[in-house]
């Protein structure tokens, strides 16, 4: 990991510690269906992702599947595949203990060889070629720098027929309005993230997608958009955007593409 980025690998563990982000014990063991606290609110739509992730592709199968989470922060997603008898890989980047692997291990302390730990970025991932039959993008692909470079990555690593899949990143309509939200991440950057500003605002992410950025960096797939059902408050926001002169806000939903 060079420099910059363990700089803000740190710098970003030490923001989400501030948000409350760190769990433990039964808090941890219940994601994504965490009921109470400040981010119980988010965890809810989240939740509403995960359903459909599992009823679109994990309750079909009909053995098991070995999943790459890329993305998997504290390893909530593995730990709930792995009991529906899945054989799920977490990578990211981050390896502290507020939600990145760190985290992940005190699961794992409880439950040993439930899933494997892989500390690395998506843009180069250490395994073999084919060797997944999913490999899921977990809130995290709107991190890329290269989005034709991490979706290429993701499919070598994925077997022929075997499926991608997109969780909980920002989707717009309207590639105005993702640019419109940069622009506000950015005006309001001090006042979000405080002094590691900066830094948490330097990477060159993409920020966010749309469905032309899909096609256009992975020409020889065809995306499925499967629309979830968020809670009402959720679904309400393009009214209230509108009725306020806002900009459009994103949507999650699951997004799914098969591979050749």
């Not at 070995?66 to 595949?81: K, M």
């Not at 180069?124 to 990555?153: K, M, Q, W």
């Not at 806000?249 to 098969?258: I, N």
Request: net charge positive.
């Amino acid at each position: 990991m060079s420099g910059i980025t363990a700089q803000f690998c740190a710098e970003y563990a030490r923001h989400r510690a501030r948000e409350g982000r760190r769990l433990s014990g039964e808090a941890l063991r219940a994601l994504p269906y965490l009921r109470s606290g400040p981010l119980a609110r988010q965890w809810a739509v989240r939740a509403r992702s995960f359903d459909a992730f599992v009823r679109l592709v994990l309750e079909p199968a009909h053995r098991p599947l070995a999943i790459l989470d890329l993305g998997a922060g504290n390893g909530w997603l593995c730990h709930r595949a792995a009991r529906y008898g899945h054989r799920p890989v977490a990578l990211d980047m981050r390896d502290d203990d507020v939600d990145g692997l760190g985290a992940a291990r005190r699961l794992l302390a409880e439950l040993p060889g439930l899933f494997d730990c892989i500390a690395a970025s998506f843009d180069a991932i250490p395994l073999e070629s084919g060797r997944f039959d999913v490999t899921l993008f977990n809130a995290s692909l709107h991190y890329a720098h290269d989005l034709t470079h991490t979706l290429t990555e993701a499919m070598r690593v994925t077997r022929p027929g075997g499926l991608l899949a997109i969780m909980d990143s920002p989707f717009y309509a309207d590639n105005a309005d993702g640019q419109a939200m940069i622009a506000e991440k950015k005006a309001r950057g001090a006042t979000h993230f405080g002094p590691g500003a900066d830094l948490l605002l330097a990477p060159d992410f993409i920020e966010y997608l749309t469905q032309e950025r899909l096609a256009r960096a992975t020409p020889a797939l065809v995306w499925t958009r499967h629309r979830v059902r968020y809670p009402l408050w959720y679904e309400m926001r393009p009214l209230l955007a509108y009725l306020r002169g806002r900009r459009a806000p994103s949507r999650f939903d699951l997004w799914t593409a098969r591979l050749p």
